[in-house]
């Protein structure tokens, strides 16, 4: 079956650490990729996309993410975390066979120290 | 971002009202979506909508009756909901592979 898995519930980091925040996905297909972030009571903002190409995506927001095809992996970093991103951050996932419908990971919650 | 607007932002409802949640969209897309966000489970799609026409519906109770006019606005009507119920509902549109999402509408039933 399809699915997407972060398996990280919570992360935190000290503000100006480097964060890494992992997703793995199921299928043997490449499928699209996606992070999106959501703050607390809003909805979801997309952080960054990969569909094919450079396997080093940028992002808003000083956000990056690299697709590794040999471990069915795309992580999202930041080299230097600041205050404002704590949020929780999904990684998402669309495989061409099924009509764009998008598959979303449960989540990982970043909590940022002072 | 103003892309897709949610109204109302904030909505309180007795089991036995009748109400509607409004979503609209000026990015140009086919296609809109209805997700149900519940505290510690993940995001559920409700519908989907590409061209007017509806092409998903993921076992939702009939309580929950959507709506979808034209490619630009997006509606669900609400009736005898369940506390259970209560949740965030994000509406999203899409022209291909990625959909966009917006604000959506924090729901409380009590």
């Known amino acids: 079956a399809q699915s997407v898995t972060q398996p990280d519930i919570h992360i935190t980091v000290s503000e100006g650490a480097s964060l890494e925040l992992r997703c793995n996905y199921s299928?043997?297909?490449?499928?699209?990729l996606f992070w999106y972030v959501q703050s607390p009571g809003q909805g979801l903002q997309l952080l960054l996309k990969?569909?094919?190409?450079?396997?080093l995506v940028q992002g808003i927001k000083g956000f990056e993410a690299e697709f590794k095809r040999s471990q069915s992996s795309f992580n999202l970093r930041k080299p230097s975390v600041h205050w404002s991103d704590a949020a929780e951050y999904f990684c998402?996932?669309?495989?061409?066979?099924?009509?764009?419908?998008?598959?979303f990971g449960s989540g990982t919650r970043l909590l940022v120290r002072p | 971002e103003t892309g897709v607007t949610q109204t109302p932002r904030h909505l309180v409802m007795g089991m036995t009202n009748k109400k509607s949640l409004k979503c609209e969209q000026h990015?140009?897309?086919?296609?809109m979506y209805w997700y149900k966000q519940s505290a510690k489970k993940p995001l559920e799609l409700m519908f989907v909508?590409?061209?007017?026409?509806?092409?998903e519906n993921n076992s939702v109770p009939s309580r929950f009756s959507p709506e979808c006019p034209n490619s630009s606005h997006l509606f669900l009507h609400l009736h005898t909901l369940q506390p259970e119920d209560s949740a965030l509902y994000l509406c999203?549109?899409?022209?291909?592979?990625?959909?966009?999402f917006g604000p959506g509408t924090r729901l409380l039933v009590l």
């Open positions: 999203a549109s899409s022209s291909a592979e990625t959909q966009y």
């Open positions: 998402a996932v669309v495989w061409m066979d099924s009509s764009y419908k998008l598959i």
């Open positions: 990969y569909f094919s190409g450079d396997t």
């Open positions: 299928y043997g297909a490449t499928p699209y």
């Open positions: 909508y590409n061209f007017k026409e509806q092409t």
């Open positions: 990015l140009g897309h086919n296609a």
